[in-house]
């Protein structure tokens, strides 16, 4: 009939875990070294304020206006990544990986010298390969719905 499947999903899911594991501890020991600003530090502790409390389109708000008006204190590259991992963050019930990517991908595109870019890098890639693996899903989906007609 058919095949067991490869669980190709799976393993994407356990990178894309591990992923986001290692890039919160390398932020946790960068994060003095890329923002030792204390103005940034505030407004990082603001947005995960927000985001504790799940007030993702306040922090989402709050980062458009960093990036519409950008300043010493609230630079337009953070707010690009806050943006980006806003529109990724698990929680968040309008989460939205297009917005989310196209976020990461501008900030690499826009900012080559950030300290941020490397991580949106990594994200860029996680992104795409859960997109690949979606249309792969569907792909076996649609083989599957044609096979048995």
């Known amino acids: 009939m058919g095949r067991k499947r490869s669980g190709t999903r799976q393993h994407v899911y ?3 875990a591990g992923l986001i594991m290692l890039t919160s501890v390398a932020c946790a020991q960068l994060r003095h070294v890329v923002h030792p600003e204390p103005d940034r530090c505030a407004r990082l502790q603001g947005l995960h304020a927000r985001v504790a409390s799940g007030d993702f389109e306040g922090a989402i708000r709050e980062s458009q206006e960093a990036l519409a008006n950008p300043s010493e204190s609230r630079p337009a590259d953070l707010a690009l990544f806050n943006l980006g991992l806003l529109y990724a963050h698990y929680a968040n019930p309008k989460k939205d990986y297009k917005k989310s990517l196209a976020y990461f991908t501008r900030l ?9 870019v490397e991580e949106a890098k990594i994200w860029v890639d996680v992104l795409e390969a859960m997109e690949r693996a979606q249309r792969v899903d569907i792909e076996i ?4 719905k044609g096979m048995s007609k």
């Open 108 to 116: 690499v595109k826009d900012f080559p010298r950030s300290p941020l």
């Open 141 to 144: 989906e649609e083989m599957k």
């Open 14 to 16: 356990l990178c894309l």
